[in-house]
């Protein structure tokens, strides 16, 4: 495709999707060895990812709804991360008949090199700090 500012106003929206289809791809693709290091799947990493440390702990229906997929499917992951050591899976404290999904202190560990492993490899580290900063600004501009 062409450089943005050479396309007209109408296929701007086609260029920007390809522009970010092509930088998850990136993004995904510098990620494959920190992924094998620590023993996760893109599944695995994406739920991990969901997981903040100094946030309250999401419910399995909270974590299948951020991802998209079907709550099975979120099952099987979080037993996947159970069996590694990296979160446990408890009662809600507000709703006995909900579980929700915290990380453990191993869970913690993984997930800081996972964020900084996908820090240092993005493409996005070719924009300088105002670059990045004015692309934040956009991003949340248009997903809000």
């Given amino acids: 495709m062409a450089a943005a500012p050479g396309?007209?106003?109408e296929q701007v929206i086609h260029y920007l999707l390809d522009r970010v289809s092509v930088l998850c791809e990136r993004t995904r693709t510098a990620m494959t060895s920190t992924l094998r290091d620590l023993r996760l799947t893109p599944a695995t990493a994406n739920l991990l990812w969901l997981l903040a440390e100094d946030g309250t702990p999401p419910s399995m229906s909270e974590l299948?709804?951020?991802?998209?997929?079907d709550p099975s499917t979120v099952t099987f992951t979080v037993t996947r991360l159970e069996t590694l050591g990296l979160v446990l899976r408890e009662a809600s404290p507000h709703d006995r008949r909900a579980k929700v999904v915290a990380l453990t202190a191993?869970?913690?560990q993984v997930?800081?090199?996972?964020?900084?492993?996908v820090a240092v490899r993005s493409p996005l580290t070719r924009l300088t700090p105002a670059e990045q900063r004015q692309l934040c600004r956009l991003i949340d501009k248009a997903t809000r």
């Fill in 7 to 9: 396309i007209p106003d």
């Fill in 106 to 108: 191993d869970g913690m």
């Fill in 64 to 69: 299948a709804a951020a991802l998209g997929c």
């Fill in 111 to 117: 997930r800081r090199k996972l964020v900084d492993a």
